[in-house]
């Protein structure tokens, strides 16, 4: 079974408008961390945002934050006010706890992810 | 700030052939994983290492083995190569296990023909 599930294999959104990116987990852990990266063309993973299972406030950085409902098992990423250098592919990843506080341990597990296009 | 390194950036190789991609960590960090991503796929895990010894280890094929060494470089060894290798492989490291972020490497892209 999936353990991430992205929904949207592909968004489009309007310059300075904002966007929900989806993403819902699964897990049986009590302890894990949610993570979104942003790979643009180029390749490079770039991490944007974390949120620890534990933590009761949502995770902002900037114009990211992530929408956490734990009961329901979903992690989605908003991008406020997007720019045309927000266009790239956007991961949504679980780390499951083997130890430490937030699932600072393992490996992540991606979802197979959202192409955001950004239009001028 | 110092990034992951990943040595080297593009790699071309035949059928059949070995080949040997490294990684070098952000100074501190004692945990190394490698991941790769096929075309239009997500990243897979393949191999992690903490403290020089291998900690979990995901799909990867019987034809691939990595280390880490005493400097915490790592290096994924690959025999056999066949066409489905043709990847981007990702190395990434965490400072410690209660360091929560991922930092990855720019990748190399494998291509095998």
């Known amino acids: 079974a999936q353990k991430i599930t992205q929904t949207q294999p592909g968004m489009f959104v309007q310059e300075k408008e904002a966007v929900t990116l989806d993403c819902t987990y699964d897990?049986?852990?009590?302890?894990?961390?949610l993570f979104w990266y942003k790979q643009p063309s180029s390749g490079e993973m770039i991490f944007l945002i974390y949120?620890?299972?534990?933590?009761?406030q949502n995770a902002t950085e900037g114009r990211y934050s992530l929408n956490f409902q734990k009961a329901r098992k979903s992690a989605n990423l908003v991008i406020s006010a997007s720019q045309l250098g927000d266009s790239a592919m956007y991961f949504c990843?679980?780390?499951?706890?083997?130890?430490?506080?937030?699932?600072?341990?393992?490996?992540?597990?991606f979802g197979k992810g959202t192409k955001l296009s950004v239009k001028p | 700030a110092a990034g992951v390194i990943q040595s080297p950036r593009h790699l071309i190789k035949e059928k059949r052939e070995t080949a040997t991609l490294k990684c070098y960590p952000i100074?501190?960090?004692?945990?190394v994983y490698w991941y790769q991503q096929g075309p239009g796929q997500d990243p897979q895990f393949l191999i992690s290492?903490?403290?020089?010894?291998?900690?979990d280890k995901g799909s990867i094929p019987d034809r691939f083995s990595a280390q880490q060494f005493s400097d915490y470089h790592s290096e994924l060894n690959m025999s056999s190569l066949e066409l489905g290798d043709s990847a981007l492989y990702f190395c990434?490291?965490?400072?410690?296990?209660?360091?929560?972020?991922?930092?990855f490497g720019p990748g190399t892209r494998l291509t095998v023909t």
């Open positions: 949120q620890g299972s534990y933590d009761e």
């Open positions: 990843a679980m780390r499951e706890g083997q130890g430490g506080y937030g699932g600072s341990q393992g490996n992540l597990i």
């Open positions: 100074p501190r960090h004692d945990t």
């Open positions: 290492f903490y403290e020089k010894m291998q900690s």
């Open positions: 897990t049986s852990d009590q302890s894990y961390g």
């Open positions: 990434a490291s965490n400072r410690d296990r209660s360091s929560y972020e991922q930092y």
